[in-house]
């Protein structure tokens, strides 16, 4: 947010609680992101492709099963199959992959190299103490004493924003009982590009092409049995993993820790205040069960930036509720129709009722033989359908002509 602003000829400052050294360390996180190719886009807008394109891994299959869970034998048995190729994106776009994974670390250190050749300002560590939201600007004092003013603050601080409550922004949402365990795998076969989602009775399981013959994975569970595939030994970890990986990608060895992530849905009651406007998981949280939690997150900086450059360009205030209703308006619908989208394959896959079981397979396997379903998801996947913003199409807002 902060370098699309930069971008956009905002005097920008960015607060930011962790220390720059503890966030590029591997263990800060652990996870891996899909991205969808529409961010990768807007990546290279703001500059960070030369340091991003080589730790990519591109995503060219993206596979969904789904099965009981592994009996003695090993592999789940799988009733119902869909797949989606690179080729089912449409001809514009058939020079993309349907996606790109990238390891959160080298997304931070590529984000932190570009912060050192903008003009950002950057605060860091530094958390903010109290915030008041005037009429024409808000001002916030830090921990430190020291004192930060500016027509518009956006909140970027995650599910439990210090933005948002300050300003008095309730959220509804609810716990999965479910966590992501998430590890990286070694293969001893290529996975080609192919992204797996194994749905089982518990969760599903994802297994997400990394560079090298590499794989992220997010094994969901049940939290009191997700708590012990933490806890296990490695060997024990692999026995486990090996019986639900089945035949289709070979054998993983586990590389480095365990982390886990409780699971839970959260929606922000409005992504606007006086004064403020709430971007990424500040605004709304999903199950990752679809993969677009952070590309939702992404879209609203690309939305935001767009809205506030072009009002900039225009000579009004960038904090008034009249710019800030426009971007408001133009990401609640994509953001309600996710959120919508992620909770219900979420219920509807963790679960093992005959009845729900049988009407997702038909599901699966109609989507898998009817080429403009592909289609489509192929292009919500890539994150173009809509209204999409200049970043989302590779077009820098410095070059962008305000509306007419």
């Known amino acids: 947010m902060a370098l699309a602003l930069d971008q956009a000829g905002l005097k920008t400052i960015l607060v930011d609680v962790a220390a720059v050294l503890d966030q590029l360390e591997p263990s800060f996180d652990g996870r891996a992101s899909a991205i969808a190719y529409s961010a990768l886009r807007q990546w290279r807008a703001l500059g960070l492709a030369e340091a991003l394109e080589g730790v990519a891994q591109p995503i060219r299959r993206i596979v969904v099963t789904d099965g009981h869970a592994p009996g003695p034998g090993g592999g789940a048995a799988v009733t119902g199959r869909m797949c989606i190729q690179a080729s089912d994106i449409e001809d514009a776009h058939r020079d993309e992959p349907l996606g790109w994974m990238l390891e959160n670390r080298h997304i931070r250190m590529a ?64 716990s999965y009982g479910q966590t992501g365990v998430v590890a990286t795998v070694q293969l001893d076969r290529p996975h080609d590009g192919t992204a797996w989602q194994h749905f089982m009775p518990s969760g599903p399981l994802a297994i997400l092409p990394l560079t090298q013959d590499r794989a992220s994975l ?57 004064r403020l406007a709430l971007v990424g998981d500040s605004a709304h949280g999903v199950h990752p069960i679809s993969g677009q939690g952070l590309n939702l997150g992404l879209k609203d900086v690309a939305a935001l930036a767009q809205v506030l450059s072009d009002a900039a360009k225009l000579g009004e205030d960038i904090g008034s509720p009249l710019v800030l209703d426009r971007y408001a308006r133009w990401r609640r619908f994509d ?15 963790s679960n093992n009722n005959p009845l729900m079981r049988l ?46």
């Open 111 to 174: 984000l932190d190299a570009a912060l050192t050749r903008s003009n950002v300002t950057c605060l860091r560590p530094a958390s903010i103490a109290a915030v008041q939201f005037e009429t024409n600007r808000i001002e916030a004092r830090l921990e430190d004493g020291r004192r930060v003013t500016a027509r518009l603050a956006i909140g970027s601080e995650g599910r439990k924003s210090p933005l948002r409550v300050a300003a008095g922004l309730g959220a509804n949402g609810w």
């Open 218 to 274: 997010v094994w969901t569970e049940r939290t009191s049995r997700a708590e012990a595939l933490v806890t296990i030994s490695d060997a024990a970890f692999e026995s486990l993993l090996r019986r639900r990986f089945g035949d289709d990608i070979g054998q993983p060895s586990l590389i480095g820790a365990r982390f886990a992530y409780p699971l839970s849905l959260q929606l922000s009651h409005s992504s606007t205040a006086k």
């Open 335 to 349: 953001t309600a129709g996710s959120m919508l989208a992620s909770d219900l394959f979420a219920k509807s896959f």
């Open 359 to 404: 009407a997702r397979d038909a599901g699966l396997d109609a989507v898998n033989a009817m080429a403009p379903l592909r289609r489509l998801l192929a292009r919500e996947a890539g994150g173009v359908t809509g209204d999409a913003p200049g970043l989302l199409l590779g077009q820098p807002l410095d070059e962008a002509a305000p509306p007419g």
